[in-house]
Protein backbone atom coordinates (compact mmCIF):
# COMPACT_ATOMS: atom_id res chain seq x y z
CA UNK A 1 0.00 0.00 0.00
CA UNK A 2 1.82 3.02 -1.10
CA UNK A 3 1.67 6.91 0.54
CA UNK A 4 1.65 9.08 -2.33
CA UNK A 5 5.50 9.81 -1.69
CA UNK A 6 5.58 10.03 -5.72
CA UNK A 7 2.47 11.29 -6.16
CA UNK A 8 2.44 13.41 -10.24
CA UNK A 9 6.14 12.45 -10.44
CA UNK A 10 7.69 10.86 -13.64
CA UNK A 11 10.73 8.86 -13.51
CA UNK A 12 13.13 6.96 -16.01
CA UNK A 13 14.36 3.71 -14.69
CA UNK A 14 17.10 1.90 -16.21
CA UNK A 15 17.58 -1.84 -15.57
CA UNK A 16 14.83 -4.01 -14.84
CA UNK A 17 15.44 -7.33 -16.19
CA UNK A 18 13.96 -9.92 -14.47
CA UNK A 19 12.03 -10.11 -10.77
CA UNK A 20 15.39 -10.37 -9.70
CA UNK A 21 16.51 -6.81 -10.34
CA UNK A 22 16.67 -3.88 -8.15
CA UNK A 23 15.10 -1.81 -10.65
CA UNK A 24 12.33 -4.25 -10.81
CA UNK A 25 11.85 -3.83 -7.47
CA UNK A 26 12.33 -0.07 -7.61
CA UNK A 27 10.02 0.43 -10.77
CA UNK A 28 7.24 -1.40 -8.61
CA UNK A 29 7.46 0.68 -5.65
CA UNK A 30 7.56 3.85 -7.49
CA UNK A 31 4.40 3.04 -9.58
CA UNK A 32 2.92 2.13 -6.08
CA UNK A 33 3.56 5.56 -4.16
CA UNK A 34 1.92 6.90 -7.77
CA UNK A 35 4.21 8.05 -10.31
CA UNK A 36 4.28 7.40 -13.68
CA UNK A 37 7.57 5.82 -15.15
CA UNK A 38 9.26 4.53 -18.76
CA UNK A 39 11.58 1.25 -18.25
CA UNK A 40 14.59 1.21 -20.24
CA UNK A 41 17.03 -1.62 -21.23
CA UNK A 42 19.46 -1.92 -24.19
CA UNK A 43 18.20 -3.77 -27.15
CA UNK A 44 20.13 -7.33 -26.26
CA UNK A 45 18.40 -7.49 -22.85
CA UNK A 46 15.36 -7.18 -23.77
CA UNK A 47 15.20 -10.18 -26.04
CA UNK A 48 15.62 -12.56 -22.63
CA UNK A 49 14.64 -10.47 -19.98
CA UNK A 50 11.06 -9.88 -19.08
CA UNK A 51 10.51 -6.23 -18.86
CA UNK A 52 7.36 -6.15 -21.31
CA UNK A 53 5.55 -8.17 -18.25
CA UNK A 54 6.77 -5.73 -15.88
CA UNK A 55 5.32 -2.64 -17.80
CA UNK A 56 2.00 -4.71 -18.74
CA UNK A 57 1.62 -5.24 -15.33
CA UNK A 58 2.28 -1.71 -14.20
CA UNK A 59 0.73 -0.49 -17.54
CA UNK A 60 3.64 1.70 -18.85
CA UNK A 61 5.92 1.17 -22.01
CA UNK A 62 9.29 0.23 -22.50
CA UNK A 63 11.26 2.27 -24.66
CA UNK A 64 14.66 0.78 -26.22
CA UNK A 65 18.24 2.23 -25.29
CA UNK A 66 21.70 1.32 -25.67
CA UNK A 67 22.79 3.49 -22.60
CA UNK A 68 26.32 4.19 -23.93
CA UNK A 69 24.72 5.51 -27.13
CA UNK A 70 24.07 9.54 -27.26
CA UNK A 71 21.68 9.06 -30.17
CA UNK A 72 19.71 6.17 -28.04
CA UNK A 73 19.47 8.20 -25.31
CA UNK A 74 18.51 11.61 -26.47
CA UNK A 75 15.34 9.51 -27.94
CA UNK A 76 14.25 7.68 -24.84
CA UNK A 77 14.38 11.41 -22.94
CA UNK A 78 12.90 13.19 -26.12
CA UNK A 79 10.18 10.35 -26.50
CA UNK A 80 9.76 9.66 -22.22
CA UNK A 81 8.46 13.37 -21.89
CA UNK A 82 6.34 13.05 -24.61
CA UNK A 83 4.92 9.96 -23.67
CA UNK A 84 4.79 11.43 -19.67
CA UNK A 85 3.01 14.49 -20.37
CA UNK A 86 6.24 16.82 -19.11
CA UNK A 87 9.72 16.85 -17.74
CA UNK A 88 11.30 13.87 -16.05
CA UNK A 89 11.49 14.00 -11.94
CA UNK A 90 13.52 11.07 -11.18
CA UNK A 91 15.84 8.48 -12.87
CA UNK A 92 17.41 5.68 -11.60
CA UNK A 93 20.70 4.06 -13.64
CA UNK A 94 20.98 0.30 -12.70
CA UNK A 95 23.55 -0.58 -15.09
CA UNK A 96 26.42 -3.27 -14.81
CA UNK A 97 28.05 -5.63 -17.09
CA UNK A 98 32.06 -6.83 -17.02
CA UNK A 99 32.96 -9.56 -20.06
CA UNK A 100 36.10 -10.60 -18.19
CA UNK A 101 34.12 -11.09 -15.10
CA UNK A 102 31.32 -13.65 -16.94
CA UNK A 103 34.31 -15.14 -18.95
CA UNK A 104 36.02 -15.62 -15.64
CA UNK A 105 39.46 -13.41 -16.34
CA UNK A 106 41.59 -12.99 -13.28
CA UNK A 107 42.25 -9.35 -12.05
CA UNK A 108 45.92 -9.94 -12.98
CA UNK A 109 45.03 -11.09 -16.30
CA UNK A 110 42.42 -8.99 -17.87
CA UNK A 111 41.28 -8.73 -21.14
CA UNK A 112 41.94 -4.37 -21.49
CA UNK A 113 39.89 -3.85 -24.41
CA UNK A 114 37.11 -5.54 -22.06
CA UNK A 115 37.54 -3.34 -19.34
CA UNK A 116 36.92 -0.45 -21.42
CA UNK A 117 33.66 -2.03 -22.38
CA UNK A 118 33.23 -2.66 -19.10
CA UNK A 119 33.21 0.74 -17.99
CA UNK A 120 31.40 2.10 -20.62
CA UNK A 121 28.42 0.08 -19.75
CA UNK A 122 28.81 0.21 -16.14
CA UNK A 123 29.88 3.98 -15.35
CA UNK A 124 30.62 6.21 -18.42
CA UNK A 125 27.00 5.50 -19.22
CA UNK A 126 26.11 7.31 -16.09
CA UNK A 127 27.54 10.57 -17.01
CA UNK A 128 26.01 10.03 -21.36
CA UNK A 129 22.47 9.86 -19.22
CA UNK A 130 22.89 12.81 -16.96
CA UNK A 131 24.47 14.83 -19.68
CA UNK A 132 21.90 14.64 -22.19
CA UNK A 133 19.60 15.12 -19.74
CA UNK A 134 21.46 18.25 -18.87
CA UNK A 135 21.75 19.75 -22.39
CA UNK A 136 18.14 18.94 -23.04
CA UNK A 137 16.69 20.39 -20.06
CA UNK A 138 14.82 17.41 -19.21
CA UNK A 139 14.52 16.95 -15.35
CA UNK A 140 12.65 18.85 -13.59
CA UNK A 141 13.98 21.27 -10.31
CA UNK A 142 14.32 19.61 -7.55
CA UNK A 143 14.50 16.51 -9.44
CA UNK A 144 16.43 13.43 -8.13
CA UNK A 145 19.07 10.99 -10.02
CA UNK A 146 20.43 8.11 -8.28
CA UNK A 147 22.78 5.02 -9.56
CA UNK A 148 23.43 1.63 -7.86
CA UNK A 149 26.53 1.18 -6.81
CA UNK A 150 28.85 -1.55 -4.55
CA UNK A 151 31.54 -1.39 -1.63
CA UNK A 152 34.01 -2.35 -3.47
CA UNK A 153 34.76 1.17 -5.01
CA UNK A 154 36.54 1.70 -1.49
CA UNK A 155 37.52 -1.37 0.15
CA UNK A 156 38.93 -4.23 -1.81
CA UNK A 157 36.98 -7.31 -3.14
CA UNK A 158 39.19 -9.09 -5.07
CA UNK A 159 36.56 -11.35 -7.36
CA UNK A 160 34.65 -8.45 -8.11
CA UNK A 161 37.54 -7.44 -10.61
CA UNK A 162 37.14 -4.39 -13.05
CA UNK A 163 33.73 -3.62 -11.68
CA UNK A 164 35.37 -2.39 -8.44
CA UNK A 165 36.92 0.66 -10.63
CA UNK A 166 33.60 1.27 -12.26
CA UNK A 167 31.52 1.58 -9.46
CA UNK A 168 34.50 3.88 -7.83
CA UNK A 169 34.08 6.06 -11.24
CA UNK A 170 30.34 6.00 -10.95
CA UNK A 171 30.56 7.41 -7.51
CA UNK A 172 32.88 10.36 -8.67
CA UNK A 173 30.27 11.01 -11.70
CA UNK A 174 27.83 11.76 -9.19
CA UNK A 175 29.64 13.73 -7.31
CA UNK A 176 31.06 15.95 -10.35
CA UNK A 177 27.58 16.06 -11.84
CA UNK A 178 25.73 16.33 -8.73
CA UNK A 179 27.82 19.88 -8.47
CA UNK A 180 26.79 21.52 -12.00
CA UNK A 181 23.09 19.73 -11.66
CA UNK A 182 22.53 21.39 -7.97
CA UNK A 183 23.16 24.57 -9.01
CA UNK A 184 21.48 25.53 -12.11
CA UNK A 185 18.32 23.07 -11.14
CA UNK A 186 18.42 22.01 -7.96
CA UNK A 187 18.59 18.78 -8.98
CA UNK A 188 20.18 15.83 -6.46
CA UNK A 189 22.55 13.01 -7.63
CA UNK A 190 23.50 10.13 -5.60
CA UNK A 191 24.70 6.77 -5.63
CA UNK A 192 23.44 4.20 -3.08
CA UNK A 193 25.36 1.32 -2.18
CA UNK A 194 23.78 -1.78 -1.36
CA UNK A 195 24.20 -5.17 0.30
CA UNK A 196 25.35 -8.13 -1.84
CA UNK A 197 22.30 -8.66 -3.33
CA UNK A 198 20.89 -12.05 -5.13
CA UNK A 199 20.29 -10.39 -8.32
CA UNK A 200 20.97 -12.32 -12.03
CA UNK A 201 24.21 -10.08 -12.23
CA UNK A 202 25.21 -10.11 -8.75
CA UNK A 203 24.93 -13.88 -8.18
CA UNK A 204 27.27 -14.31 -11.84
CA UNK A 205 30.16 -13.28 -9.26
CA UNK A 206 32.93 -15.75 -8.66
CA UNK A 207 31.78 -17.35 -4.59
CA UNK A 208 28.74 -15.09 -4.49
CA UNK A 209 26.79 -16.98 -2.37
CA UNK A 210 29.88 -17.74 0.46
CA UNK A 211 30.30 -13.72 0.45
CA UNK A 212 26.21 -13.14 0.69
CA UNK A 213 26.61 -15.02 3.84
CA UNK A 214 29.59 -13.51 5.65
CA UNK A 215 28.33 -10.38 4.86
CA UNK A 216 24.61 -11.23 6.04
CA UNK A 217 26.22 -12.37 9.59
CA UNK A 218 28.81 -9.52 9.77
CA UNK A 219 26.26 -6.93 9.09
CA UNK A 220 23.98 -5.70 12.62
CA UNK A 221 20.80 -5.74 10.76
CA UNK A 222 21.73 -8.75 8.33
CA UNK A 223 22.30 -7.85 4.57
CA UNK A 224 19.42 -5.24 2.86
CA UNK A 225 17.17 -7.19 0.39
CA UNK A 226 16.10 -5.71 -2.85
CA UNK A 227 12.65 -4.31 -1.20
CA UNK A 228 13.81 -2.30 1.22
CA UNK A 229 16.73 -0.67 -1.42
CA UNK A 230 13.32 -0.20 -3.95
CA UNK A 231 11.87 1.94 -0.70
CA UNK A 232 15.48 4.19 0.29
CA UNK A 233 15.52 4.49 -3.81
CA UNK A 234 11.46 6.11 -3.63
CA UNK A 235 12.79 8.20 -0.51
CA UNK A 236 15.26 9.60 -2.63
CA UNK A 237 12.84 10.02 -5.65
CA UNK A 238 10.42 11.75 -3.26
CA UNK A 239 10.35 15.49 -1.62
CA UNK A 240 12.04 14.11 1.67
CA UNK A 241 15.54 14.43 0.70
CA UNK A 242 15.53 17.38 -1.11
CA UNK A 243 19.31 18.60 0.53
CA UNK A 244 20.71 14.84 -0.20
CA UNK A 245 22.89 15.43 -2.99
CA UNK A 246 26.63 14.40 -4.10
CA UNK A 247 26.36 11.23 -1.83
CA UNK A 248 27.44 7.71 -1.62
CA UNK A 249 24.73 6.31 0.72
CA UNK A 250 25.80 3.03 2.19
CA UNK A 251 21.91 0.77 2.25
CA UNK A 252 23.60 -2.91 3.64
CA UNK A 253 22.78 -3.23 6.99
CA UNK A 254 25.89 -1.77 8.58
CA UNK A 255 28.48 -4.09 7.29
CA UNK A 256 30.57 -1.01 5.47
CA UNK A 257 30.93 0.54 9.38
CA UNK A 258 31.83 -3.26 10.71
CA UNK A 259 35.66 -4.22 11.83
CA UNK A 260 34.73 -7.84 13.52
CA UNK A 261 32.05 -9.04 14.66
CA UNK A 262 32.35 -11.78 17.47
CA UNK A 263 30.59 -14.29 15.30
CA UNK A 264 33.49 -14.47 13.37
CA UNK A 265 35.87 -14.19 16.07
CA UNK A 266 33.94 -17.42 17.78
CA UNK A 267 34.52 -19.13 14.74
CA UNK A 268 30.57 -18.96 13.54
CA UNK A 269 31.47 -17.88 10.23
CA UNK A 270 32.93 -19.90 7.57
Known amino acids: MGNNLLKGKRGIIFGALDE ?13 EGAQIILTNAPVALR ?3 IHELASKLNTEVIPADATKIE ?4 LITESMEKLGGKIDFILHSIGMSLNVRKNREYTDLKHDWMLKTFDISAVSFHKVMQVAYKMDAINDWGSIVALTYMAAQRTFPEYNEMAESKALLESFARSFGYHFGTRNNVRVNTISQ ?7 GSGVKGFGTFFD ?11 DT ?3 ADYCVTLFSDLTRMVTMQNLFHDGGFSNMGINSAAM ?5
Open 266 to 270: LGEIT
Open 227 to 229: ASC
Open 214 to 224: FADKMSPLGNA
Open 20 to 32: KSIAWAVAERCHE
Open 72 to 75: DLEN
Open 195 to 201: SPTKTTA
Open 48 to 50: FGK
